[in-house]
């Protein structure tokens, strides 16, 4: 619920860091129920921490997504994260080879942290939060490793052959895999975000004509009238310039 309620915050707040006190209003509950998870999150990857406020991983929001429509199923949406941990570690490799008992894997992960005895419910803790995220599979006493899913979506094909060129032998790569493009989300309170790709090497006239199309697939799908913002975008006359650095018009 706090993980949820911390995603939800930043959400509200444009997708920016945010305080205990925030995360505690949406949770309803207590402003130390929120501070005393963070160093756990923060040292596993969930949260990283901006001044006094904490920014939720990428996956924390896809988590709050899927939980919307999936409860069940919305953790494993964090399993990329936990298997980077240090008790993820620990005992992947070893359930790549072969299964574990639990008590196998309390051993060594008691080992990795060099904790005592009196330290196993905290040790079964992170046993259980493995299980919840889809990165293991605890049958019984049994411990193996899960399955990974399949990727979203297909990978890459290899690098064309080398061609000789000139005497020299250079790969060619086919023109898709350029990384040639800017990424960034748009995250949206309740819903799936929205990711924008534009090529890095676009000029002001392709930004207006990228304005122009916006605002008249928006007319078109929708029946509404583009925001004032975006269509002095498209307005040479508000450029922001050396002559005119505020963009106000003159």
């Known amino acids: 619920m706090i993980m949820r309620a ?54 924390v929001f896809e988590y709050d997504q899927a939980a919307e429509w999936n409860a069940e199923k919305a953790p494993l949406k964090l399993a990329r994260v936990f298997e980077g941990t240090w008790f993820a570690k620990a005992i992947l490799p070893r359930l790549a080879l072969r299964s574990m008992t639990r008590a196998e894997v309390l051993e060594v992960l008691a080992e990795e942290c060099r904790a005592p005895k009196e330290f196993q419910p905290q040790l079964e803790l992170l046993i259980e939060y493995m299980r919840l995220v889809g990165v293991i599979i605890v049958d019984g006493s049994n411990v193996t490793r ?50 924008v790709e534009i090529p890095k090497d676009i000029d002001k006239d392709d930004w207006i004509m990228v304005a122009d199309h916006l605002a008249g697939y928006i007319r078109r799908w929708k029946g ?26 003159k």
């Open 6 to 59: 911390a995603a939800k915050a930043s959400l509200s707040a444009d997708g920016k860091s945010v305080a205990n006190g925030d995360v505690a209003r949406i949770a309803d509950i207590h402003i130390s129920s929120v501070s005393v998870c963070n160093p756990f999150w923060v040292d596993i990857g969930l949260m990283s921490r901006d001044g006094l406020k904490l920014m939720p991983h990428a996956a």
């Open 224 to 249: 509404w009238r583009p925001t004032p913002a975006l269509k002095d975008a498209t307005d040479d006359d508000n450029d922001v310039s050396a002559n005119n650095p505020s963009g106000v018009p």
């Open 146 to 195: 899960a399955k990974a899913e399949a990727p979203s979506t297909p990978p890459l094909p290899p690098p064309a052959p080398a061609v000789q060129a000139g005497g020299e032998s250079k790969i060619v790569q086919p023109p898709h895999q350029a990384d040639n493009m800017e990424r960034f989300s748009i995250y949206l309170p309740g819903k799936a975000k929205v990711t």
